[in-house]
Structure formats: structure tokens, C-alpha cells
């Protein structure tokens, strides 16, 4: 009777779980956020269906099991729907370079994709500038190998926990980094790695920044699972400052490839409720559902 008892507890807890992970289940081309838990509400009315939050705030893997799910209590009581994370790998422990720790990567990428699948998100964003950025005087080779022995090692970890890593170029200017710096780059590490839970992000912003033309999403399209979007050097949520006609190209390319995934606003802001709902209604426009 006990044995009974337990397996079907067991049985329970399972399928609780998975409730919750459907739950999270998003549709086609949904519209979301990144910013904090703290706007969910905002972000919700305004009409974003999921928000992006940063690793450490969230997902907390300096902290011990018992805050994290403390934290998690919190945001499934309020109903927030985290579906992405972002600010993954922390500057200080670095993923290039002669002080390179993949090994500390690692520790700290299974704690996030761990958590992650526990709270129902599935795709975790690479940027991580600090981590990776080249340090002066170390070959460009050298770091391409030790970030690809690293991210081989990470798609395995991420399947485990049903995540997708999503490989993020950042223009060098505003991010800090001068390590993969364009999408078209970041297209080559990901085809190297070859895993399919090691995928690409775009980033509308970041490559207005360096100039790089809508048509390299067209090259890169089979590997895009996530999107990040905002004006140019203002860094604006779509329809807001009348930045329409840059961001235009690479929406009509976006809808070349069919994509389909998680798009969200990544943007500075001067009123986050009004604006992310001029945001959430031109995406929508660009990207009605099917």
C-alpha cells in the first residue's frame, strides 16, 4: 500500500509539473519584454504575453535551492509568464581568454537550465560581453576554439533541461564586447558547434550598429530561434520615435524566413507602460498571428 501511495505521488508530482511547464506554452510569434518581474503586470496589459528577465535576478545561480524556489513561489503566484532569460554568464567568470573557466561556465549554465525548465522557460540568451570579450594581445583563433569546445559541452546540458541556448552577437560599441560581433559571425560559431540546442539569436539593434544588412538573416535563417528588437542607437521600442522605416528591412526579413519564435523588446524607455504597448501593437501589426 505504501509502495502504491508513493508511486502515485510520484505519478502526481510528475504530471503537476508538467502542467506547469504547458502552462508557459506560448503561441506563434509571441510578443514579449525584457525587462523585470516587477512590469509583468504592465507588460501584460500592454499586450506582451511573456517577459525576459536576466539569469541572475531570476534564476539566481549564486543562490541556494531553497531562495530560488522561494523566488519561483512568488512569480507563479502572481501568474508572471518568464519565458526567455537573458545576462546569462557572469563577467567574472570568463569564457575566452588565459583566465578562461568553461568549467565554472558549465556549473553556472546547469544551475540556470535547471531552473529554468522548473519555472517553464525555454530559451536562455548568450551574450554575456564581459564573459567572452577578448582580453588585448590574446588570438582571435584561439578564443573561437575555447568559446566552441565550450558551447559542444553546453548543448547537451541545455537538451538535458529542455533548453535552447540561443548565441547572441554583440555590436562593440554599447555592449562591451568585441567577440562575435554580427550576426553573420555568430551564424559561423553555431553551424561549428552543430548542436541543435545551441542556436542563434537576432538582434535587430546590434546590427544596426554595425551596419550589418537585413540579408544576413536570410543567410542565417535555419538556425534564428529568438529575436531581440529595438530602434537604432536610441535603442526604442518599435512605433515609439518614429523609427519605423530602419527597423522595416529586417521585420520584412524576419517574415521571409517564417519566423516564428519569441520576439522581444529589448529597449530603453522614457514611460514603460505607454511605450510597451506602442511596441506590443506595431509588432503585432508586423507579425499578426496565423
Known amino acids: 500500500m505504501k509502495d ?12 503537476l509539473a508538467a502542467v ?15 525587462t523585470s518581474p516587477d512590469n509583468w503586470e504592465a507588460a501584460h496589459n500592454g499586450g506582451c504575453v511573456f517577459i525576459e528577465c536576466t539569469v541572475p535576478a531570476v534564476l539566481m545561480p549564486d543562490k541556494g535551492d531553497a531562495e530560488f524556489a522561494a523566488s519561483l513561489a512568488g512569480l507563479r503566484a502572481r501568474g508572471t509568464k518568464v519565458a526567455a532569460f537573458n545576462i546569462f554568464i557572469p563577467g567574472t567568470i570568463k569564457t575566452t581568454g588565459p583566465a578562461a573557466d ?4 558549465l556549473a553556472w549554465a546547469e544551475t540556470s537550465f535547471r531552473r529554468a525548465q522548473e519555472l517553464g522557460a525555454t530559451v536562455v540568451v548568450l551574450g554575456s560581453g564581459g564573459s567572452r570579450s577578448l582580453v588585448e594581445g590574446f588570438a582571435y583563433d584561439e578564443a573561437w576554439r575555447q568559446f566552441r569546445s565550450l558551447l559542444e559541452k553546453m548543448g547537451p546540458l541545455a537538451g538535458k533541461y529542455g533548453v535552447t541556448v540561443a548565441l547572441e552577437h554583440l555590436n562593440p560599441t554599447r555592449s562591451g564586447s568585441n567577440f562575435i560581433t554580427s550576426l553573420d559571425e555568430a551564424a559561423r560559431m553555431v553551424r561549428e ?15 544596426m550598429m554595425v551596419g550589418e544588412p537585413a540579408s544576413d538573416i536570410l543567410e542565417a535563417g535555419d538556425l534564428i530561434v529568438h529575436c531581440h528588437v529595438a530602434g537604432n542607437d536610441t535603442r526604442r521600442a518599435p512605433g515609439v520615435k518614429g523609427n519605423d522605416e530602419e527597423l522595416a528591412p529586417y521585420f520584412a526579413a524576419l517574415r521571409e524566413i517564417g519566423y516564428s519564435g519569441m520576439i522581444s523588446m529589448e529597449c530603453s524607455w522614457e514611460n514603460f507602460s505607454a511605450e510597451v504597448a506602442v511596441g506590443a501593437k506595431k509588432l503585432n501589426a508586423e507579425f499578426p498571428a496565423k
Open 20 to 34: 506547469m511547464v504547458s502552462a508557459q506554452a506560448l503561441p506563434p510569434l509571441s510578443i514579449g519584454v525584457c
Open 4 to 15: 502504491y501511495l508513493r508511486r502515485t505521488m510520484t505519478t502526481l508530482s510528475g504530471c
Open 102 to 105: 568553461p568549467d565554472a561556465a
Open 193 to 207: 558547434v552543430d548542436d541543435p540546442n545551441i542556436r542563434l539569436l537576432c538582434d535587430t539593434f546590434h546590427m
